[in-house]
């Protein structure tokens, strides 16, 4: 549509056509804010259809005082304003003034207003086309062109569905603006003028027909995000004095308690209070396998509790949970453009005034230089001005990027702009933080290697008896992997640096390092060579003494079992990767190791990351970090794209990473640069029609083999297949293989 690609529908508080093309009806999602009052104001504007639009109404609103900011939703017809006035009363007129029509998003209208306006189309639709194919029938039969016959029908039909687009051209021309009302406008009457009558109604039912059909194609583009919303239940069944009651999830408040049943979706965010279960968090983190959840787990809204009965502490109301954040940053991403969009918006606007004026002089230069007839070239000049729009293109790229950035979050990748989806290709380089994101972060008993002549179910009683009186997570480690009755434990004394001495039963019993068997004298070749190699394992190995070593105990951060394969899928990508941590070098080197890792960094403190980080994206090009902790924030401030793990249920991750990874699976920092890759190439293809189709019948004009009515069919063909081939994006591809048990569940070794 051109680089005013306006419609040609009413508003919507039209009663004709007030759905067609692009209108979205309002949606519950955040992006609308609050709907009025100071602060912000979301405006449903119909004739906002592409780049031009949006500059014009940049153009009158940035210099209201008290204008504060705008952010614009192309696909959804939508600006929303930041001010501080009084009344968004000067807004309004400043918009109206442009000959547009802005209504306040009511949120809880939208949807049914949206459904029988679609039906009122339909109808006008067809019988404008019953009326326009009518006259050229009439034509075909016999009937002169310029007959009463064929000029009644023609009318009748141009009246019934072109009456808004001729209106919003004169719009158009009264401000001096360039959009394809005016376009369709000049070419209807310049048709009628020279006696085409049935041609005229035709090429304006066509138009409305394109409209309609590309109305409901992007419909299922804002259907990708509207539908995380509205996962979640409208009502919960909350605690009250007397039993559970089910209450609007609006009118829950926060610290109330709710139930969620097996095979229930959970309503809203909260942590689990109560009960057991697993739950499917597809929803929110792309990951088909159920979690387990028990006591303190969090849990999302529109998740899926599978089996026992969970009583939930919600801690998040209704529009504030994590499904509402996502909803709200994919579509609030939309006004971060691609560069392929910002390409397109500005090549649109050149071209459609550049063709205008091809147009001129295509009606005037022929006949004043003698080669042809007024009427043959006149036509062709008409034929050319609905060549002009160039609706394919503009729509081709912020359904695309739609599209690509719901199928993303889909898969639990939150995308924060068009930019971020498309540049994400481009990342040569990838750091990774250590724990937490290539390891589970939380220790974990990996080795018991048994020295003497206890059971290993002896040595863990012991051990975690004893180290249940410690606070270190080595200590915690050791007691979380023991799961039975705990000894009395007498005498319990710290040894600063080395371990701990306590007595059972009346034996005293020594836990302690390296160092302290060592001191000890209990460090024998054996006992040397075991911890050394556990050691070189990058795992804190732990001695069980008393007059004799017992047995060794090893504790480590693991690996995640999905980091090496991430990591190769990133090298497969042609993607070098770096390990950066706070870990000591020797702990760093051998989880690298274990990743397929080369370059390993260790010994960092977060200003160590950020200079790396700095040399890296000026010496490696395009770079990105990804890391899961406050100590990673300046360095995923500074990389090229910065990369949050495990993001689900994180206000901060979500709102200032560049990508969050919902779930903690390593492989889907490859998988986006795969989404961003396939987004790019369907960016380019639908670009390359859009273009191509233009030339081709840009030819036919001028060699005089094209109608208006082929020039309407060929751009409305080239929109829908542009359209077709971006919402191919909202599918599901099989990037990856899914782990057959929970990936973030270490496995605990004994015995080795």
């Keep these: 549509m051109s680089a005013e690609q306006d419609h040609g529908h009413p508003p919507a508080t039209s009663t004709v056509d007030a759905d067609k093309c692009c209108v979205a009806p309002s949606i519950a999602t955040p992006f609308a804010g609050p709907s009025t009052g100071v602060g912000v104001v979301t405006y449903r504007v119909e004739e906002l259809d592409c780049a031009t639009e949006e500059n014009d109404l940049r153009a009158v609103l940035t210099p209201l005082p008290g204008v504060r900011s705008l952010e614009f939703d192309l696909v959804g017809r939508r600006v929303r304003v930041r001010h501080e006035l009084a009344s968004p009363e000067p807004i309004e007129a400043a918009i109206r003034e442009l000959g547009m029509r802005p209504s306040v998003v009511v949120e809880a209208e939208g949807a049914e207003l949206s459904r029988s306006l679609s039906r009122r189309s339909i109808i006008v639709t067809v019988v404008a086309g019953v009326l326009a194919v009518g006259s050229e029938v009439a034509v075909i039969a016999g009937a002169d062109e310029q007959s009463l016959l064929v000029a009644v029908l023609a009318l009748a039909a141009i009246a019934l569905g072109g009456r808004d687009t001729l209106r919003k051209g004169f719009q158009a021309l009264r401000s001096l603006r360039m959009t394809m009302s005016l376009l369709m406008s000049v070419a209807v009457i310049g048709a ?47 605690r009250r004095e007397g039993g559970w009651v089910s209450v609007a999830t609006g009118d829950v408040p926060l610290d109330a308690v709710i139930q969620v049943k097996p095979g229930e979706r959970i309503a809203l965010d909260g942590r689990v209070s109560s009960g057991a279960s697993s739950v499917n968090q597809a929803p929110i983190t792309g990951e088909s396998i159920p979690v387990a959840k028990a006591v303190g787990d969090p849990v999302f809204a529109g998740t899926i509790n599978e089996r026992g009965t969970l009583e939930i502490t919600v801690t998040a109301a209704k529009g504030e949970g994590t ?147 410690s606070e270190h997570p080595v200590a915690h480690a050791i007691v979380t992997a023991y799961h039975g009755p705990l000894d009395t434990v007498e005498g319990f004394e710290a040894i600063t640096g080395r371990g701990v001495r306590a007595s059972i039963a009346g034996t005293v019993y020594t836990l302690g ?240």
């Excluded at 020279?194 to 066509?206: C, D, K, M, S, T």
């Excluded at 138009?207 to 919303?229: D, H, K, Q, T, W």
């Excluded at 005034?353 to 080669?371: D, L, N, R, S, Y």
């Design 192 to 238: 009628i003028a020279i006696g085409q009558w049935p041609e005229a109604a035709v090429v304006i039912w066509l138009f409305g027909v394109a409209e309609l059909i590309e109305a409901l194609s992007l419909e299922r583009a804002r259907n990708a995000i509207r539908s995380l919303v509205g996962l979640a239940p409208e009502t919960a069944s909350v």
């Design 513 to 752: 390092n390296h160092r302290l068997a060592e001191e000890t004298g209990m460090c024998s070749p054996e006992l040397e060579a075991i911890l050394e190699r556990l050691e070189n394992e990058a795992k804190t190995a732990i001695v069980l003494m008393n007059a004799a070593p017992i047995a060794v105990l090893a504790v480590a951060d693991t690996l995640r079992p999905n980091s090496r394969q991430a990591v190769d899928d990133l090298k497969a990508l042609g993607v070098t990767t770096i390990m950066l941590t706070g870990d000591n070098q020797r702990t760093a080197t051998a989880i690298a190791h274990q990743a397929g890792i080369d370059d390993a960094r260790g010994d960092l403190l977060p200003d160590d990351k950020l200079r790396i980080i700095t040399e890296l994206v000026a010496t490696a090009g395009p770079v990105g970090m990804v890391g899961d902790g406050v100590n990673d924030a300046p360095a995923l401030a500074k990389a090229n794209l910065g990369i949050a793990m495990g993001a689900a249920g994180t206000d901060t991750a979500i709102e200032t990473a560049d990508i969050a990874l919902m779930d903690d699976d390593p492989r889907k920092i490859a998988e986006t640069i795969r989404i961003s890759a396939h987004t790019a190439h369907v960016l380019w293809q639908n670009i390359s029609i859009a273009l191509g189709v233009k030339v081709i019948f840009l030819v036919l004009t001028l060699a005089g083999t094209a109608s208006l009515w082929i020039a309407v069919l060929a751009d409305m063909g080239a929109s829908l297949v542009v359209i077709a081939n971006g919402l191919r994006l909202l599918r599901r591809p099989a990037h990856g293989t899914r782990a057959n048990a929970r990936r973030d569940t270490p496995t605990t070794v004994t015995g080795r």
């Design 323 to 469: 499904l509402d954040r996502i909803a709200r940053s994919i579509q609030e991403a939309q006004a971060d453009k691609a560069p392929a969009q910002r390409f397109v918006d500005r090549f649109a606007a050149i071209y459609t005034p550049a063709v205008f004026a091809m147009a001129i002089v295509v009606a005037v230069v022929p006949v004043v230089t003698g080669h042809g007839s007024f009427h043959d070239w006149f036509y062709r000049a008409l034929v050319l001005l609905v060549l002009a729009c160039p609706c394919a293109l503009v729509i081709s790229t912020p359904v695309t990027v739609v599209s690509g950035l719901g199928g993303a979050a889909r898969r639990g990748i939150l995308i924060k702009g068009g930019v971020h989806l498309e540049n994400a290709r481009k990342i040569r380089t990838v750091a990774l933080d250590k724990t937490g994101t290539l390891t589970h972060g939380t220790p974990v008993l990996t080795d018991l290697v048994n020295l003497g002549e206890l059971t290993e179910d002896e040595v863990l009683r012991i051990t975690a008896s004893i180290e249940a009186l």
